[in-house]
């Protein structure tokens, strides 16, 4: 992968190749990046995921991973990632030749299959999946791929801000307005759950994987639906104008400067990190208080994984611009254009390390264990997207929804 090629920006109506390899790299980058958070779902209790002292203060090590996990990779890996689903939305449609009502059946159908895969990932193997909420929002976004940049950054920030104020909403009803019996209910099912709670989840997901099957599946669809409303369908429909902005700004392309890119990596980091550390003061100055850290405590990160994000991606374009590193890139090129299957491919493997159908270590490794874990993982996909892609092409889920979603 030479220089040039990952650095020529796309132009409209050119008869370059279908993807950016910019944009690959940086898929690679943020699908690596989200196992950081999602082995954390797949391993640990539930309330762990938010509330790192749900089971009570951890072991100063585990508190470290967790922190720095936080800081860096909470919400920071997703949301690239959905800015990425966004700028392939418009360049899919600015170089598509067929005519707008063609485009559109064609992308409704991606839409359709991309739902229902994610359906059976989220109903199947894990309730934390993307998909189906990418292809909700991508739907959406699809009709507005018209719109003019200072639109889709408009758009982008007042739905971030409305998320922002249903949380406050939710936080006040919590606070004011739930009675104390039904609060409290509340918090030792989803926040600081009893010994009894943590071993029938244990036993759920682990001992009984095949009898649980029904309580699984309506736990599944109960935490599809609740993220779609409270948080995904707002957060992910801004995240993907906000991608469709970078991309026709050229920020995502590499048209940038490498001056402007080191300003933006310096002020996503420089507002980002101390907004983020603020909201975990906050958490620990309300003892994590369930009432007051569910949604209250988590609007320091829901702005400052943004500036974060954008850090990330500026010192990725960067990276690819120094042509620097060319093994790590043509790795992250290779993850990145099989996104699908390696998004996939995590929740199979994890599955099968923590799960009933697998070795069962769900709720027994501690976040240090965890993070090596990641590191494993990181190394067999790296290495199977690079001999898969250079033998067989196309992704093999890939390849699935290419022929699932073409035209009859």
């Known amino acids: 992968m030479t220089t040039a090629a990952t650095t020529t920006p796309y132009r409209p109506g050119s008869g370059a190749a279908s993807r950016l390899p910019t944009l690959d790299v940086l898929r ?30 951890p072991p100063p090590l585990d508190w470290l991973v967790w922190l720095i996990s936080h800081l860096v990779a909470d919400e920071k890996f997703i949301s690239m990632l959905t800015i990425l689903f ?31 895969f994610g359906l059976a990932h989220g109903l199947l193997v894990w309730p934390g999946d993307i998909l189906a909420a990418y292809a909700v929002c991508g739907l959406i976004v699809m009709h507005f791929r018209h719109m003019s940049v200072p639109r889709w950054l408009l758009a982008s920030v007042v739905l971030f801000a409305a998320v922002m104020l249903l949380w406050a909403v939710i936080s006040a009803v919590l606070m004011f307005l739930l009675p104390t019996d039904t609060l409290d209910s509340l918090a030792a099912r989803y926040w ?11 036993d759920r997901l682990t001992h009984d994987w095949v009898s649980a099957f029904g309580e699984r599946l309506i736990n599944a669809v109960g935490a599809q639906v609740w993220m779609l ?5 707002w957060r992910m429909t801004a995240m993907m104008f906000l991608g469709m902005a970078l991309l026709q700004l050229g920020f995502l392309s590499g048209r940038w400067s490498m001056r402007a890119y080191a300003w933006v990596a310096a002020l996503g980091l420089g507002m980002g ?9 906050f958490n620990e100055a309300v003892d994590w208080d369930f009432a007051y850290s569910l949604f209250l405590g988590r609007i320091f990160n829901h702005w400052g994984s943004v500036a974060i994000c954008l850090a990330w991606l500026a ?30 491919g995590q929740s199979l493997i994890c599955g099968a390390i923590f799960y009933g159908f697998g070795l069962g270590l769900f709720s027994q490794l501690s976040h240090a264990e965890l993070l090596g874990l990641v590191v494993v ?27 699932v979603s073409r035209p009859r």
């Open 273 to 281: 990190v101390p907004v983020v550390l603020l909201g975990v003061w």
């Open 377 to 403: 993982i990181w190394g067999f996909q790296i290495a199977f997207s690079l001999l898969w892609q250079r033998y067989l092409g196309r992704g093999p889920f890939e390849r699935v929804w290419r022929y």
């Open 315 to 344: 010192i990725g374009i960067m990276l690819v611009k120094s042509g620097a590193l060319q093994r790590t890139l043509r790795a992250l090129q290779a993850v990145g254009s099989m996104a699908l299957t390696n998004y996939l």
């Open 28 to 57: 690679g980058v943020a699908v690596l990046g989200i196992l950081l958070m999602n082995i954390q779902s797949f391993g640990l209790i539930s309330s762990k995921y938010a509330n790192p002292k749900a089971l009570g203060d």
């Open 229 to 233: 409303g409270t948080d995904r369908l």
């Open 86 to 116: 966004g700028a392939g939305l418009l360049l899919m449609a600015q170089r598509s030749r067929a005519p707008a009502a063609e485009f559109e059946a064609v992308f409704r159908r991606r839409m359709y299959w991309l739902f229902l």
């Open 192 to 202: 600081t759950p009893s010994a009894s709670a943590v071993a029938s989840e244990v």
